[in-house]
């Protein structure tokens, strides 16, 4: 299937790695040019090199996405080397365990930067730039959390996310007479470098002994009884992208194996319980 994509520009925030990396290649395979940003200018370098296989232009700029001249940043360098910015992916984030109702208001704070703040600053610097093209993508990367929480110890990441999915909502009220389409898509358990990062504070935070052990808890919330890799939600994401999706907007869309149901249902369901329980 031809997703019209071929010499669109998109912006994928936190590209270097884990989803936004499978994003930001997806996107390159359709042959999109793909603007990178990050924090880490090696693990940018490597994506870069990578995604330059595919054919198309890659631009990199290393950026804190809590700081805006950072940001705004981003988006001048952008627009100088590729001329406009057809889709922004707002997939920069970062989660802790172990933070609850008391955690002080400086860790608060980071927790809404990074996570829902960053999406809007980064919403607000590429519309003036939609506008004057005609239309735009937005896609918000939020976590299945954001309306189903599982436990305790994530509130910040997951009222942050929450927060991401009614900005997508109002964000496409607000942008729908503009033609730019904004959703939002909520992951699951996914491999990747967070994913990593959570299990090793499971380790330590909840006594699990090994690396396995988490890995098998985990996977019991999942309908699917596995957890995701990166590449099979990068093309749900890409989709809403393309010129296929162009009467979606204002929506949200789980990839996440089944695991918003199954914490409903899957858990006193005896057929999937299995000996992972």
């Known amino acids: 299937m031809d997703l019209g994509l071929k010499g669109k520009v998109a912006l994928v925030t936190g590209g270097s790695k884990g989803l936004g990396r499978a994003i930001a290649t997806e996107f390159a395979k359709e042959g999109a040019h793909v603007s990178l940003c990050a924090r880490g200018q090696q693990e940018l370098a490597a994506a870069a090199e990578g995604l330059r296989q595919y054919g198309v232009s890659i631009v990199v700029t290393p950026a804190d996405v809590t700081k805006g001249e950072d940001i705004q940043q981003v988006i001048d360098t952008t627009l100088a080397r590729c001329g406009r910015i057809d889709i922004l992916i707002n997939n920069a984030g970062n989660a802790w365990l172990g933070h609850g109702v008391e955690t002080p208001d400086d860790q608060w704070q980071y927790a809404l930067a990074v996570n829902l703040q960053s999406a809007v600053r980064f919403t ?7 506008r004057r093209q005609g239309g735009g993508r937005i896609i918000n990367i939020a976590t299945t ?3 189903s929480v599982l436990a305790p110890g994530m509130v910040d990441y997951t009222v942050a996310k929450t927060g991401l999915l009614t900005f997508s909502r109002a964000a496409a009220v607000e942008l729908a007479a503009d033609n730019i389409l904004v959703n939002a ?3 699951g358990l996914i491999y990747t470098p967070l994913y990593d990062s959570l299990a090793d504070s499971a380790m330590a935070l909840m006594g699990f002994p090994s690396r396995e052990a988490v890995d098998r808890f985990m996977r019991q919330f999942n309908l699917t009884k596995r957890i995701g890799q990166p590449e099979e939600v990068a093309p749900l994401v890409v989709f809403l992208a393309s010129a296929q999706a162009s009467y979606i907007t204002g929506s949200v869309y789980d990839a ?9 249902w899957g858990e006193t369901d005896p057929r999937t319980r299995g000996d992972d329980a």
């Open 124 to 130: 607000r610097g590429v519309v003036p730039a939609m």
């Open 145 to 147: 959390m954001a309306h």
């Open 185 to 187: 898509v909520c992951a």
């Open 256 to 264: 996440d194996g089944g695991y918003a149901k199954a914490i409903i």
